[in-house]
Nanobody, 128 residues
Framework: QVQLVESGGGLVQAGGSLRLSCAGSGSTFTNYRVGWFRQAPGKEREFVAAIRWSGGTSPYYADSVKGRFTISRDNAKSTMYLQMNSLKPEDTAVYYC????????????????????WGQGTQVTVSS
């Protein structure tokens, strides 16, 4: 059974940075797509970024985070990261990592329903 565990959330001032980690277990993830979503109070869960674990394609980013957030992974550690820079108060949310097992659908990369496994979430709060 695949398990995902996030860490690295916290409170930061606007303009600051945080790095989220997502440690995976229970699979090699070789042919998976892994991604980050976030959910603010009263809002739907929204896509942030995604990447093919095996590489070969460019990462996907939501327009709202392009140029500020970077998704990456460490194969040896089975860990995915989200480096968040220039944080804004509107980035405040619970951040979730997720994994989509193959076969993968290119057109559904931003759809939460496409992902099969989820972490428990980590809170990110950006103060103004």
């Amino acid at each position: 059974q695949v398990q995902l565990v996030e860490s690295g959330g916290g409170l930061v001032q606007a303009g600051g940075s945080l790095r989220l980690s997502c440690a995976g277990s229970g699979s090699t993830f070789t042919n998976y797509r892994v991604g980050w979503f976030r959910q603010a109070p009263g809002k739907e869960r929204e896509f942030v970024a995604a990447i093919r674990w095996s590489g070969g394609t460019s990462p996907y980013y939501a327009d709202s985070v392009k140029g500020r957030f970077t998704i990456s992974r460490d194969n040896a550690k089975s860990t995915m990261y989200l480096q968040m820079n220039s944080l804004k108060p509107e980035d405040t949310a619970v951040y979730y990592c997720a994994a989509d097992r193959p076969p993968l659908s290119v057109g559904q990369v931003a759809s939460p329903g496409q992902y099969d496994y989820w972490g428990q979430g980590t809170q990110v709060t950006v103060s103004s």
